[in-house]
């Protein structure tokens, strides 16, 4: 299905009218936020038009956070990021095999960590400091921007590339992706549509970091979403993944209610060839600005489980 290259809509006038309409919502701050669907039998020349309307629209709004005004779902606690550390750590440096000792495995600087739709969440940089190798994916080039800051130094610290994405044009696959590559090696950010193919990731990343980007995705998204980390993540990987419980969980979002069932459906990480559930976190930590009485912030911890079908069908 190609309806993710097709779903998003004018993000801006969109997030305005649900702000006018409902004060109390709150809105993530990464690309992922402000999505909706559109006629999946636009043409080519639409979803072009509409690719450069979210962007736009998404620039305007990461304008909106930079100059302070809504924080949107930032979490920019200290405290928080190291409770979400400690339960990342104690799954992909111990391989989320409880009870048995893997301590061979208790090396950050062997793990590489993919962090989709991250925005400018400065626990990409906290990994970064544990010693972990990062690649961030965001649309918006602002975002991108931002979170060079939070590595320090300056420009000379970054060496930027231009990387063509297979596809057609109508599922991104016809514009490039921006990547910034850090002098340490250990860090790439990349500005461009995360839903789109790209081979040169496939079985790259030891472990993947989400933080509410599954749980922005309307359900018609889910699916292209779920295939590229399922195609990224090596085997035993493991994906960490945060997401709002919400007191009355329904439908309504983003920030859309999410449990286990939701992330284990057949289009999303259930399903053959994709992810196995490990354990839930429950609430990870508090949330900002009296959050904690309408939504909860909760973690899930998935294996990365690949069905083998070579060994049994060559000789």
């Known amino acids: 299905m190609k309806l993710y290259s097709r779903v998003f809509a004018a993000a801006l006038s969109l997030q305005l009218l649900s702000l006018r309409s409902s004060p109390s919502s709150f809105f993530p701050a990464s690309a992922t936020a402000f999505v909706t669907n559109i006629n999946p039998n636009n043409r080519i020349s639409s979803a072009m038009s509409g690719r450069t309307s979210k962007r736009n629209g998404w620039a305007s709004t990461w304008e909106d956070i930079r100059s302070g005004g809504n924080p949107r779902w930032k979490i920019t606690s200290e405290e928080c990021h190291e409770k979400a550390y400690a339960s990342f750590q104690k799954f992909v440096l111990k391989g989320g095999e409880v009870g048995v000792d893997n301590s061979n495995d208790n090396d950050s600087h062997t793990i590489s960590v993919l962090c989709p739709l991250a925005g400018d969440d400065p626990f990409v940089h906290l990994l970064y400091q544990k010693g972990y190798s990062v690649t961030a994916i965001d649309l918006v ?101 945060e997401c709002k419980l919400k007191e009355q969980h329904d439908d309504s979002g983003p920030p859309f209610s999410l449990k286990r069932d939701n992330l284990m459906e057949e289009d999303n990480y259930g399903g053959s060839n994709k992810f196995e559930y490990v354990e839930g976190l429950g609430r990870v930590y508090d949330l900002p600005n009296n959050m904690n009485a309408m939504m909860q912030q909760t973690g899930h911890i998935l294996r990365r489980r690949r069905t083998s079908t070579a060994a049994t069908t060559t000789s």
């Not at 696959?173 to 990547?179: H, K, S």
């Not at 980007?213 to 889910?222: D, E, I, T």
């Open 141 to 241: 080039a602002g975002a991108i921007e931002e979170m060079k800051e939070h590595f320090g130094g300056d420009e000379s610290s970054w060496t930027k590339e231009e990387e063509q994405c297979s596809g057609d044009e109508t599922n991104g696959g016809g514009i490039a992706d921006i990547v910034w590559k850090h002098n340490s090696g250990r860090a790439t950010l990349i500005v461009g549509d995360a839903l789109k193919k790209r081979p040169n990731l496939n079985n790259s990343f030891d472990a993947v970091y989400d933080k509410d980007s599954f749980g922005a995705l309307p359900v018609q998204m889910r699916k292209a979403f779920c295939q590229r980390i399922s195609e990224y993540t090596k085997d035993n990987g493991i994906l960490y993944l």
